[in-house]
């Protein structure tokens, strides 16, 4: 069964400096899809970024980029000139790309890690 | 343009009760799911569907109920409320079919049964 971890429950960045989120999984299959959520106080669940495993490129959505390292299992995020709107829990998500009877869209979950951002 | 919309916000009930967690999509999508997320475990799969008339147990289906009668709606129903299922639950659309499309959430219940 696959697994997703993340390791650091809690981090904290001052406005405008850089933080990288870690994200590890456990997984023997060799195509599926990672993600990064967003969840602000409002409760909802936002899709920062995502990334396919059969690409080598690293995914990248403005201020924020994933180093994807396959071979170590590795999926972490960095945020670049931290904003006081990024301040919220954020969660690595694995799915299968097997078809499987369509639970294939079953995402396994990290705990999350909780950002905080300083003025 | 609402995407996922689940309903009420907020619910406490009483050991026992019953009540039904409103989800509706009107992207098409064929594939909705719920969700509950507590402390400390992340969130994890209730029940799923894969189209209308189509649904299936996920890793902690018991004490719910789901049905699919539209592509558009999914509700859940909790037969007799237990102080175990105090959580925050998320319905959740997807496209069905090859790629990783994102899954797209609702706004989340607060549930807390006393």
């Known amino acids: 069964a696959q697994t997703v971890t993340q390791s650091q429950p809690e981090m904290s960045v001052q406005e405008a400096e850089t933080v990288t989120l870690s994200c590890t999984y456990d997984?023997?299959?060799?195509?599926?899809?990672l993600f990064w959520y967003k969840q602000p106080p409002s409760r909802q669940m936002i899709l920062v970024i995502r990334?396919?495993?059969?690409k080598q490129q690293n995914a990248t959505e403005n201020r924020f980029s994933v180093n994807f390292q396959k071979a170590a299992k590795s999926f972490s995020l960095k945020i670049s000139d931290s904003q006081l709107g990024d301040a919220a829990m954020y969660f690595c998500?694995?799915?299968?790309?097997?078809?499987?009877?369509?639970?294939?869209?079953?995402?396994?979950w990290g705990l999350g890690t909780s950002l905080a951002v300083n003025p | 343009n609402a995407g996922v919309t689940q309903t009420p916000k907020f619910q406490v009930l009483k050991t026992g009760q019953s009540m039904t967690l409103q989800c509706a999509q009107d992207?098409?999508?064929?594939?909705m799911s719920w969700y509950r997320q507590d402390p400390g475990m992340g969130l994890r799969l209730i029940h799923y569907?894969?189209?209308?008339?189509?649904?299936d147990q996920g890793e902690v289906p018991n004490g719910y109920n789901v049905s699919r009668s539209t592509t558009e709606d999914f509700p859940l129903r909790l037969l007799s409320a237990a102080p175990s299922q105090t959580s925050v639950y998320f319905c959740?659309?997807?496209?069905?079919?090859?790629?990783?499309?994102?899954?797209?959430f609702g706004q989340g219940t607060r549930l807390t049964v006393v």
């Open positions: 959740a659309s997807n496209l069905l079919g090859s790629g990783g499309t994102e899954a797209f």
């Open positions: 992207m098409n999508h064929e594939y």
């Open positions: 569907s894969v189209g209308a008339g189509i649904t």
């Open positions: 997984t023997s299959e060799s195509d599926y899809y």
């Open positions: 990334q396919e495993a059969y």
């Open positions: 998500a694995y799915r299968s790309a097997i078809w499987n009877a369509g639970n294939n869209r079953k995402l396994i």
